[in-house]
């Protein structure tokens, strides 16, 4: 009776023995299971939720001069005003007010650069007035004529004094040589180009 009685302890024993290593094993195989679904949950959550980046205009930004170094201004804007350049043009014998301003550099072609950051709204090549720029800057638009080449096209993105083209001749006014012509608009309405110059973009001075 003793050996079988001491039978039954060393089965139970193994049994219990055996029962023990099996759950710890099992408790460590869902904890295992667990935390890979938990890390694979959360690797698709930051997925998920990563947000994308957009370029948004700098509004801060100061209208710079269309140009650097000795490049003077051969034909002013009009607005009534006495100036110590002329401020009207003439084409196959009629004067016209000049709607933006006409620079120039000794006959020279010099890089033109764009004042504002924007986009491209049109490129193209005008038969009178050479090659022509127009970028979006905020409610600006500001077109630039008379380039002998051009460095974007219609849609592109343009950064503040990106290098837009030089300045080259047209037939309008042919008498200027190498020249920028520059038009500014201000929601449809033609202003002159030096009233932006050192402005903000949102129009804070």
Do not use: W
């Not at 460590?28 to 694979?40: D, G, M, T």
């Not at 401020?87 to 006959?107: C, H, L, M, P, T």
């Not at 309008?172 to 020249?179: D, R, V």
Request: glycine letters at 8%; charged letters at 25%; aromatic letters at 10%.
């Amino acid at each position: 009776m003793y050996s079988y009685t001491k039978k039954m302890n060393i089965v139970k024993k193994r049994f219990l023995i055996i029962m023990g290593c099996t759950l710890m094993i099992g408790t460590a195989f869902i904890s295992y299971q667990y935390l890979h679904l938990q890390k694979e949950k959360d690797r698709a959550v930051f997925h998920e939720t990563k947000a994308p980046i957009l370029n948004l205009p700098d509004m801060q930004q100061k209208a710079n001069l269309p140009f650097q170094g000795d490049v003077k201004t051969v034909l002013e804007y009009f607005d009534g005003e006495d100036h110590d350049v002329p401020s009207i043009s003439k084409f196959e014998g009629v004067y016209r007010a000049n709607q933006g301003i006409d620079y120039a550099k000794k006959n020279e072609p010099f890089d033109v650069s764009a004042i504002y950051a924007g986009d491209v709204v049109e490129a193209k090549e005008d038969e009178l007035f050479g090659n022509t720029l127009t970028i979006k800057s905020g409610d600006y638009l500001i077109t630039y004529q008379s380039l002998s080449n051009m460095n974007f096209k219609k849609g592109d993105k343009v950064n503040q004094k990106d290098v837009l083209g030089k300045a080259g001749n047209n037939i309008y006014n042919k008498e200027l040589g190498n020249h920028l012509h520059v038009v500014v608009e201000h929601k449809g309405i033609i202003v002159d180009p030096k009233s932006i110059y050192g402005k903000m973009l949102n129009n804070e001075k």
